[in-house]
């Protein structure tokens, strides 16, 4: 503790589940806490694949941070990128100056990684932030607007087919809601084109989509995707990713639009905290949670290597990131009050869910596995559970409710000039 202060200090850099949790265990603790992130608002990135189709707008699943903590006292929030640790000073070096720390949590989540071709990242956007779902939005939209202005076949069938790179439950969940928008939603809003024929294609390099899940649900979810029109390729490695077309497993699929769900990595820790990570990013963590030979520094969330069981790691999903920092707040509470240290962290697993469409999801908890449309409701109450304590979870819940009951996309919009531009770039003038 610094001899010019009387509480600890506690730094957490991410304002996602994991540092969300971790701030909130520290409420009643002698400590003052400070939250550092380069965005103003936490995201609920589970729901990120509905601003992407417009189930839902960018401001149902978003929250300023401050908000979230403007009645607890002991937090203030720095709007800040950071740029780097030093763990010798005990200080996070960011953009806006040095914040001094005698408890550090690292919770800055994961990007999107292409496996070295980086270059994707332009014909194939990810899903992990907001501006993320807003472009994969404009892009899976705008698709259709120039569809309608083509005037030869080949050039609408470009235009109207859809490649998802990965089968997770993003990539499940995006290919089923691209589906469900092409031939449900949009059936009767164009007139020189028919959204039905829209080709949905998910590729997975493994042999099965969503591998987390027990096969029998993996299996069930695939017949859903096709009941929705989605071709699903698995044992599928993708060659090639450009502007106008994709090549997997040697064959090369015409698409203007492209979307990657394929891989995750953890940015910067190596260098902030000067000690080994995987080969995605991740710091092997002690069973408490804080790095080796760096006591004052813990790392939660999907930056965190922690065993699990038969071989695997905890994973990098919202339940453990939870988890993970309501337990790190906890220690560091019980260090500030001289209280024993809890036992070593012990994730309780809450089960799986992934969504395919409307009306149908698969839900895997322990030895019970659900699918169909219980199932579909299941994962929406549970989503609307893990809202409560944000803003407005009825209102998320009546906007799911009324685009279920109306087939409607109430976030239906393509903003600003470069749209229209790009319109008028991708298509022929008539004559």
């Known amino acids: 503790m610094s001899q010019t202060e009387t509480r600890p200090r506690v730094v957490i850099i991410g304002a996602g589940f994991g540092g969300l949790a971790a701030a909130k265990a520290l409420r009643h603790a002698p400590v003052d806490v400070e939250i550092i992130d380069k965005r103003n608002y936490h995201l609920f990135q589970p729901l990120l694949y509905q601003v992407a189709t417009a189930d839902l707008s960018p401001a149902d699943i978003a929250w300023p941070i401050r908000s979230i903590f403007s009645a607890q006292k002991n937090v203030t929030v720095t709007l800040s990128k950071v740029m780097d640790v030093d763990t010798d000073r005990q200080v996070v070096l960011h953009e806006n100056g040095e914040s001094r720390f005698d408890h550090l949590i690292v919770a800055n989540g994961s990007s999107h990684s292409y496996f070295g071709k980086d270059h994707w990242a332009e014909h194939a956007p990810g899903l992990k932030r907001i501006v993320d779902a807003t472009e994969v939005r404009r892009r899976v939209l705008m698709a259709f607007e120039r ?54 294609i998910l590729i997975e390099a493994g042999p099965r989509i969503l591998s987390a899940f027990p096969e029998s649900l993996s299996a069930k979810a695939e017949a859903s995707l096709n009941r929705l029109g989605v071709e699903v390729r698995t044992g599928v490695m993708v060659e090639q990713i450009a502007d106008d077309h994709v090549i997997a497993g ?15 990595k953890i940015d910067s820790l190596a260098q902030w905290l000067g000690c080994e990570t995987d080969r995605i990013g991740r710091v092997a963590v002690m069973p408490d949670l804080t790095v080796p030979d760096l006591p004052a520094v813990s790392v939660i969330g999907d930056a965190a290597k922690l065993p699990w069981r038969d071989g695997m790691d905890v994973p990098g999903i919202a339940p453990a990131a939870k988890q993970e920092g309501k337990y790190a707040g906890r220690r560091i509470a019980a260090l500030a009050t001289g209280r024993a240290a809890p036992a070593p962290f012990r994730y309780r697993h809450m089960g799986s869910l992934a969504t395919i469409g409307r009306n149908s999801a698969i839900i895997s908890f322990g030895r019970i596995n659900l699918s169909g449309f219980f199932a579909w409701l299941c994962w929406g109450l549970i989503h609307i559970y893990f809202l409560i304590g944000m803003k407005r979870p009825l209102f998320v819940a009546m906007n799911w409710f009324s685009s279920y009951v109306f087939r409607s996309k109430g976030a239906r919009l393509i903003t600003g000039m470069e749209a229209l531009r790009a319109v008028r770039a991708h298509v022929p003038r008539r004559r």
């Open 250 to 264: 040697g064959e090369t699929i015409p698409a203007m639009t492209a979307i990657w769900a394929a891989g995750v």
């Open 147 to 200: 569809a309608e202005l083509c005037e030869d076949p080949e050039d609408q069938a470009r235009e109207m087919t859809f490649v998802i790179v990965g089968a997770g439950p993003t990539g499940v969940e995006m290919a089923g809601a691209i589906a469900e928008l092409a031939h449900v939603t949009l059936s009767d809003d164009f007139r020189r084109v028919d959204p039905d024929d829209a080709r949905v």
